[in-house]
């Protein structure tokens, strides 16, 4: 995984309008990546897709993690 990957996709992430955000929520992620946020819920659950912290009923992931995620796959 290459730090220029992670920073595109960072730019990517800032491009769709997350550009003030320091974290996203789980309907953040599933916009990013194009899926339900039943999907990303059930993902945090599992223990699949980007790292994240569970916040009470709350999945919270940095962009960073999201990027590197992207990155990966």
Same mark, same amino acid.
């Given at each position: 995984m290459t730090q220029d990957l992670i920073n595109k996709y960072l730019s990517d992430i800032n491009e769709l309008g997350f550009e003030k955000n320091l974290t996203l929520d789980s309907h953040d992620v599933a916009k990013i990546f194009r899926v339900?946020? #039943?999907t990303i819920i059930n993902w945090a659950k599992? *223990?699949?897709?980007?790292?994240?912290?569970?916040?009470g009923k709350s999945y919270l992931?940095?962009? #960073?993690?999201?990027?590197?995620?992207?990155?990966? *796959?």
């Amino acid at each position: 995984m290459t730090q220029d990957l992670i920073n595109k996709y960072l730019s990517d992430i800032n491009e769709l309008g997350f550009e003030k955000n320091l974290t996203l929520d789980s309907h953040d992620v599933a916009k990013i990546f194009r899926v339900e946020t #039943r999907t990303i819920i059930n993902w945090a659950k599992e *223990n699949i897709g980007p790292k994240c912290k569970k916040i009470g009923k709350s999945y919270l992931y940095t962009k #960073r993690d999201v990027a590197e995620f992207l990155a990966q *796959n």
